[in-house]
């Protein structure tokens, strides 16, 4: 108990900004952002979608992974027609859902479903496709920690699948770590790198992240609801409802777009699960070649390696998101470097040229400067003030002052005699 206890304090600390929006991000939001919903005492209650429901499919579409290898196909006719069912189907179609976590239906979660499979009904095939590049990443991650692999579609309203995401508020990547809670899971941010954007490294850090929520909360609703919001505002809001661990019974106590976390958490899997039911087709996805990691132990730019291989940048900086002006800084610690599985041998073999290939241009920090101390320095002569007795004297009238007393004392002696 008393180690749970401080692992809450810890997180706590580090997460208390977590998914945060600030006022004026949220007065820019339009009701197109939001749905009102009435409770059953005939109140109505505004909840926001998740920043990554508002994504526009054509920014999605000019990542490189999409350009590349992502098309609409031509086995499929989507049709832009979105079947209606009645309530009880997708009652029993959730329950169907193979999963450990609760699959629950209320009016907010059909909204959800409905956002997808009809606005959004692009963006789901588009995170269809994309679901083969990053989903077996996700997997991996969460088994290693034993966690529910329904938690792998947390990304899709996290980020819509985009690794280079950033919120309003600056989470970044595909599972939208806040800067604080990205370093306190192992991911290092500074100038040149955020790992927050490496898929492999924030899906591990992700898993982790969850199992320590596991660890104090029990509950999975819970759970994804302080992935949002912070697991500081999840207690603030059992508190408020007198102990109650039922994110249903808290729900009216959570901000508002975490209101919506678990709704468009559960609409989401079963969007991924039923898509064909809603005549929605996956985009067609031809897999990149396999890749290979190497370890670099010195400074190399992206525009060196793509220059002397004759690899399209875009593709590196696909492979390698962590670094964000190109440069990886092999010097400071090795650093890895992930390429075409075909071109790894050929980097090792060129690595001399490589590393010299336009380094006058691409790195301009100089190591050591000289100072120019052949001309004269020209300054202006400021007046040092000296305190003496309580009093500030002048360097300049200092000596006058002298004078004027020597002068005086004088006098005195001669009025004396």
């Not at 692009?122 to 995170?127: D, F, G, L, N, Q």
């Not at 249903?248 to 899997?269: C, D, H, M, S």
């Not at 990691?293 to 002397?308: D, F, G, K, P, Y």
Request: proline letters at 5%; aromatic letters at 10%; glycine letters at 4%.
């Amino acid at each position: 108990m008393k180690k749970l206890l401080i692992l809450l304090v810890l997180l706590t600390a580090t997460v208390t900004s977590w998914a945060q929006v600030d006022n004026s991000a949220a007065n820019e939001r339009n009701e197109e952002d939001e749905i009102t919903v009435t409770d059953q005492q005939g109140r109505e209650e505004v909840i926001e979608f998740p920043e990554a429901m508002t994504y526009d499919l054509d920014s999605l579409m000019n990542l490189y992974l999409s350009k590349t290898y992502l098309d609409e196909g031509d086995d499929c006719n989507m049709r832009n027609v979105n079947p209606e069912y009645g309530k009880q189907e997708y009652i029993n179609r959730l329950h169907r859902i193979p999963s450990v976590m609760e699959m629950a239906y209320n009016e907010v979660v059909q909204r959800f479903i409905d956002r997808y499979s009809g606005r959004l009904r692009h963006t789901i095939s588009y995170m269809l496709g994309a679901s083969n590049f990053y989903m077996p990443i996700f997997e991996e991650a969460l088994e290693s920690y034993q966690l529910p692999l329904e938690l792998k579609y947390l990304p899709i309203i996290e980020s819509a699948l985009n690794p280079t995401a950033v919120s309003r508020v600056g989470a970044t990547g595909l599972w939208q770590f806040m800067l604080a809670t990205g370093k306190t899971y192992g991911l290092q941010v500074n100038s040149l790198i955020d790992e927050r954007r490496d898929p492999i490294k924030a899906s591990w850090a992700a898993a982790h992240y969850l199992s320590d929520l596991y660890k104090i909360f029990g509950d999975w609703n819970l759970v994804i609801a302080a992935y949002n919001c912070g697991p500081g505002n999840i207690n603030k809001a059992i508190h408020r409802a007198n102990g109650s661990k039922d994110y249903w019974e808290i729900y009216p106590y959570l901000p508002k777009e975490t209101r919506g976390y678990v709704p468009a958490f559960i609409a989401a899997n079963y969007m991924m699960t039923y898509y064909s039911q809603h005549n929605i087709c996956p985009m067609r996805t031809r897999l990149p070649a396999s890749s290979d990691t190497l370890m670099v132990n010195r400074n190399v730019h992206l525009e060196q390696i793509a220059a002397v291989l004759d690899i399209d940048i875009n593709m590196l900086r696909a492979l390698n998101p962590m670094y964000r002006r190109d440069i990886i800084p092999g010097n400071t610690e090795l650093m890895p470097l992930r390429l075409p599985q075909s071109d790894v041998v050929r980097f090792i073999d060129l690595q001399d040229s490589i590393c010299s290939y336009r380094t006058d241009e691409l790195f301009t920090k100089r190591m050591e400067v000289d100072i120019k101390d052949d001309v004269p320095t020209y300054y202006k002569k400021s007046k040092r003030h000296h305190v003496r007795k309580g009093r500030s004297v002048s360097r300049h009238t200092k000596g006058r002052r002298r004078s004027s007393g020597t002068r005086a004392k004088k006098n005195h002696r001669k009025k004396r005699r």
